[in-house]
């Protein structure tokens, strides 16, 4: 079965900081992968996503991820964080009948200090 | 862009009661909607798949009688939690994708809508 893992609930950096956010996916085949981001008071925003080819994803507002096969990973990165990107983001991974069901990683709680 | 709805934003109500909970695709058609449950500090939970014109997906132990899913129209699902108890508390949340089912389209999301049971 497929499962989402993020290992990070809470991280804080200093606006200017670069910002990595951590994802494991468990999948049998080659995954379709999300990032969303969940601002207070709203709802779900997509980031970016990748199915297939270059595996570093670029996103909006700044972001991109890596999908690495061998680590099983889909890590968030942005190189200078806004205060504005403060809110909680979440990795997800489509379900195997590939329906756009998706199962989502617990969140990372992002803080930006100024 | 295309938007989902979702009303009310909050609600709160006593226990015992029902409360229903829309979500719109504004400028598009959803023959399928998905209905999420987030609880606190956890992440978005798949509650049940809605499709138009037909009955909803329940996900493995969602109570169907409890939590009530209409799909009456291409852009209109509801879910009603009926006789809401306080651990019916979370926030829920739809989404539609914009063209289908497939995973290559398009998922929006509605803002979700905080439920409080007291």
């Known amino acids: 079965a497929q499962s989402v893992t993020q290992p990070d609930i809470h991280i804080t950096v200093s606006e200017g900081a670069s910002l990595e956010l951590r994802c494991n996916y468990s999948?049998?085949?080659?995954?379709?992968l999300f990032w969303y981001v969940q601002s207070p008071g709203q709802g779900l925003q997509l980031l970016l996503k990748y199915f297939s080819g270059d595996t570093l994803v670029q996103g909006i507002k700044g972001f991109e991820a890596e999908f690495k096969r061998s680590q099983s990973s889909f890590n968030l990165r942005k190189p200078s964080v806004h205060w504005s990107d403060a809110a909680e983001y979440f990795c997800a991974v489509v379900a195997l009948t590939g329906a756009n069901n998706l199962f989502f990683g617990t969140g990372t709680r992002l803080t930006v200090i100024p | 862009g295309a938007v989902v709805s979702q009303h009310p934003s909050r609600v709160i109500c006593k226990s015992g009661t029902s409360v229903k909970i829309e979500c719109r695709s504004l400028?598009?058609?959803?023959?399928?909607m998905f209905w999420y449950r987030q609880f606190p500090k956890q992440s978005l939970m798949l509650m049940a798949t809605?499709?138009?014109?037909?009955?909803?997906?329940?996900e493995q132990g969602v109570e169907k009688d409890k939590f009530l899913i209409n799909h009456a129209s291409l852009t209109l699902s509801t879910l009603t939690v009926t006789s809401a108890h306080p651990e019916d508390s979370s926030f829920y949340i739809c989404?539609?994708?914009?063209?289908?089912?497939?995973?290559?389209?398009?998922?929006?999301f509605g803002n979700g809508t905080r439920l409080t049971v007291t």
């Open positions: 989404s539609a994708p914009q063209a289908g089912s497939s995973y290559n389209s398009p998922l929006h």
């Open positions: 809605s499709n138009e014109g037909s009955k909803a997906t329940y």
């Open positions: 400028d598009f058609q959803a023959t399928t």
């Open positions: 999948y049998g085949a080659t995954p379709y």
